[in-house]
């Protein structure tokens, strides 16, 4: 069966802290692709970044970086410096061809200054 | 940029009320789809589309109908409003997987709040 989780339900730093939410998933293919998408109080969810499972390579963005690690299932999103801007709830998402994509639950993020 | 629009950002509609929600695609995507979301539940699948007036039903179709008569836009239909359909309902709309095994990004627009009194 595939499944997210990101075990952070809620997590608050101070502004210029670094931060990182965890994602975890589980699925028997051999390809598929992962994503993060940030849903802030607008409610819109905005796409940030894809990967494919053939693409261990970890991503840099700015302020922000994304550690995928096939051995440990997981695909990690860091945000260094963070900014009050960079509050709101953050999901992480399983996709595989022929299924729907699967989110886990979300971590909501409280910067405040 | 892909740009998904729907059609109101809040709505508040009785009990029994046929009720329509709009969303407009300017991307070309094949792929459109409707989820709501609801604290702890995270988003759930209602129904998706993947041509002109094909559907497939996702994981919560019941209480709900969906119509693509254009590519570009995907309507989502509450035939008789009730409560427990208050929710943020998102469109979404992505290319079509021509590859196997591929799965595109999907992408998603502003959200619809609806309460359903």
């Known amino acids: 069966a595939q499944k997210v989780t990101q075990a952070q339900t809620e997590i608050s730093v101070v502004e210029k802290e670094d931060v990182t939410l965890d994602c975890v998933y589980e699925t028997r293919d051999t390809t598929y692709y992962l994503f993060w998408y940030k849903q802030p109080p607008s409610g819109e969810l905005v796409f940030l970044i894809r990967?494919?499972?053939?693409?261990?390579q970890n991503e840099i963005s700015g302020r922000y970086s994304w550690n995928f690690q096939k051995s440990t299932s997981s695909f990690n999103f860091t945000i260094t410096a963070s900014q009050v801007v960079d509050s709101a709830v953050y999901f992480c998402a399983l996709g595989q061809a022929g299924t729907a994509l699967i989110f886990g639950k979300g971590t909501t993020l409280s910067v405040s200054s | 940029d892909v740009k998904v629009t729907q059609s109101s950002r809040y709505l508040v509609k009785r009990t029994g009320e046929k009720v329509f929600l709009e969303c407009v695609q300017d991307?070309?995507?094949?792929?459109m789809f409707w989820y709501r979301q609801d604290p702890g539940l995270g988003l759930r699948l209602i129904y998706f589309?993947?041509?002109?007036?094909?559907?497939e039903k996702g994981d919560i179709p019941e209480g709900y109908s969906v119509s693509r008569e254009k590519k570009e836009r995907f309507s989502l239909i509450l035939e008789s409003a009730s409560t427990n359909q208050t929710s943020m309902y998102l469109c979404?709309?992505?290319?079509?997987?021509?590859?196997?095994?591929?799965?595109?990004?999907?992408?998603f627009g502003p959200g619809t709040r609806l309460l359903v009194l």
């Open positions: 991307m070309d995507h094949e792929n």
């Open positions: 589309s993947y041509d002109v007036k094909m559907k």
């Open positions: 979404a709309s992505s290319l079509h997987e021509w590859e196997k095994l591929k799965f595109e990004t999907q992408y």
């Open positions: 990967r494919n499972s053939f693409d261990e």
